[in-house]
């Protein structure tokens, strides 16, 4: 993996970015409003892409960018970023073992994953998932 998953913190924060147009990125630094968010998702049709990411990953860096372009472009996708040094149990809960990991969730499930920094796979399996 490249590093160590370390600093697991409990604050009740939730922290969106956004572009000028309306899409958002949402960033989860406790586990409690996590599984909240999480949980209420369950109820909708909508697909959320979750980023597992780390401060020091290289290639979870390299798209930062790509997944502004692309939360921006996708505005029926819920785009949430997770740090892995942050919420080391929900990580452990997806079985995250490589930064970033992209998991695709629809109605609580687990409907797909792209491993590593795959713009176009990326790309690839949202376009088939929002359909």
């Given amino acids: 993996m490249g590093g160590k998953l370390s600093n ?9 970015s956004s572009s000028s147009h309306s899409s958002q ?6 586990s409690a409003k996590w599984k909240a968010h999480f949980d209420a998702s369950n109820y909708t049709n909508k697909l959320m892409v979750i980023e597992f990411t780390a401060t020091w990953c290289g290639p979870a860096k390299y798209m930062d960018p790509i997944i502004s372009e692309f939360a921006a472009k996708y505005s029926e996708v819920e785009f949430i970023k997770i740090d892995v040094d942050e919420l080391m149990d929900v990580s452990k809960e997806f079985k995250v073992e490589a930064m970033p990991t992209f998991i695709f969730i629809k109605k ?24």
């Fill in 8 to 16: 697991l913190k409990h604050d009740d924060h939730i922290h969106s």
């Fill in 25 to 30: 990125i949402l960033s989860f630094h406790s």
């Fill in 108 to 131: 609580g499930e687990v409907v797909d994953t792209v491993l590593g920094a795959r713009k176009e796979d990326l790309k690839n399996q949202i376009e088939k998932h929002i359909k």
